[in-house]
Structures are given as structure tokens and as C-alpha cells.
């Protein structure tokens, strides 16, 4: 099957600072999206993005699919950022193959 | 409804009980999908149904789980005989139909955390 890599394994900011995670992934995939979840578990949408460049406020994310990564970027991190971030890609059709995500502390 | 809504939130069953856990998908999603997050760990694909097609149960661990989806929207995951290694939270997802080209976004209900004791 895909596998699905994410760097940095453990992130801790301070309060405003900005911040990249990366996703690699070792094959063509169909679609990719990206997660936070937060302290109580729920999993929260934050790009659906197979390609190209989004922004959301002070999150963006661009996905190079012929290379194969992903990079999403955090500006201005507040306490609310923590949690684990995941990136899922979609190969076989439609199954989502997930990363191991990357966990973000952000202190005050 | 507006999301994807499971049930119960949590729940503590005694090994060797049998559990059901419920996914209510986003109405007009026609994909459904079953995930498992153990602690610390990402997410494991464990079954998926598309409209009428027979369901994709690749991902089940064991003949101990099994899911249905009746009437094409909600969708009940079983577990048999519950041991201490399926504490874990399971994940339901819903998107629209899977076809080339379409928006496959999927969305997740908050999950249920399975505790075997």
C-alpha cells in the first residue's frame, strides 16, 4: 500500500510563531486532505487540496502532487493550534491512507 | 444531518461482550467509512460502503467485526466477544460518492471510545 510520512514528529512553538509540516507520500494519489485534531479526539477539516495552494485564515497548505509532499503552514500560531495534525491521502479510489501526524504545542 | 453524528460518545463493556456502535452520515453522502485510532496511533481503515456496491471489508482485523449500512445511511459496526486489544476509538466518515473527478471530501463524526476492561 501508500506510505504516508509526516515531519516533524513532535512540534512546540511559543505563542506566534509560524511553523511547516510536511507530508510525503511514495505513490499517485487522487486526493489529499488535512486534519487537526484537537484535544477531545474530533477530527476537523482543514484543506482538501489534491493540488496546488489554499488558505484559510492563517493556515494555508500546497500540495505538489508530481513530487509527491504536501506542506501545511501555520502563521501566527495561537494555544488553540495544539493538537495532532494529520494528512490522508486517497489511493485504491477511495480509501484514506493517514499519517502518523505531527503534534503541535503552542505555549503561551 | 449537519454532521456526521456516532453513538454512544463512549462506552465501557466487560471482555467477551459483543458491542454495536452507530454512524449516522451526513445526509446525501453516499460513501461511508469505518476508521479505528488506537491510542497514540493513526488511523486504520477498517470497512467501506459505497451506495448499493458491496462493501470494501479489507480492513477488518478479525471475523469478531463486522458492519452493515442499511438503507444506504446508517451504519452499525459490530464487535464480537469483545477483547482487551479493540479499546480504541472508532471513526465514521462520510463523503459523496466516489467517481473520478468528483469532490471526495470526507468528514468525520467525533468517533466512540471503545474501552474493553
Known amino acids: 500500500g501508500i506510505q504516508v510520512e509526516q515531519s516533524p514528529p513532535d512540534l512546540i512553538l511559543q505563542e506566534g510563531a509560524n511553523s511547516t509540516l510536511r507530508c510525503n507520500f511514495s505513490?499517485?494519489?487522487?486526493?489529499l486532505q488535512w486534519f487537526h485534531q484537537n484535544p477531545w479526539g474530533q477530527l476537523i477539516n482543514l484543506f482538501y487540496?489534491?493540488?496546488g495552494t489554499k488558505q484559510n485564515g492563517r493556515l494555508s497548505a500546497t500540495t505538489v502532487a508530481t513530487e509527491r509532499y504536501s506542506l501545511l503552514y501555520i502563521s501566527s500560531s495561537q494555544t488553540t493550534d495544539s493538537g495532532v495534525y494529520f494528512c490522508a491521502v486517497e489511493w485504491d479510489d477511495y480509501k484514506l491512507s493517514f499519517g502518523a501526524g505531527t503534534t503541535v504545542t503552542v505555549r503561551a | 444531518g449537519a454532521g456526521v453524528s456516532q453513538s454512544p460518545s463512549n462506552k465501557v463493556t466487560e471482555k467477551g461482550k459483543d458491542v454495536e456502535l452507530r454512524c449516522d452520515p451526513i445526509?446525501?453522502?453516499?460513501?461511508l467509512y469505518w476508521y479505528r485510532q488506537s491510542l497514540g496511533q493513526g488511523l486504520e481503515f477498517l470497512i467501506y460502503?459505497?451506495?448499493?456496491?458491496?462493501?470494501?471489508k479489507s480492513g477488518l482485523p478479525s471475523d469478531r467485526f463486522s458492519a452493515e449500512r442499511t438503507g444506504g445511511s446508517v451504519s452499525t459496526l459490530t464487535i464480537q466477544r469483545t477483547q482487551q486489544e479493540d479499546s480504541a476509538v472508532y471513526l465514521c466518515a462520510s463523503s459523496f460518492e466516489v467517481v473520478e473527478d468528483s469532490n471526495t471530501e470526507a468528514f468525520f463524526g467525533q468517533g466512540t471510545r471503545l474501552t474493553v476492561v
Open positions: 445526509s446525501g453522502h453516499t460513501a
Open positions: 460502503f459505497q451506495g448499493n456496491s458491496a462493501p470494501d
Open positions: 505513490d499517485s494519489v487522487n486526493n
Open positions: 487540496i489534491p493540488s
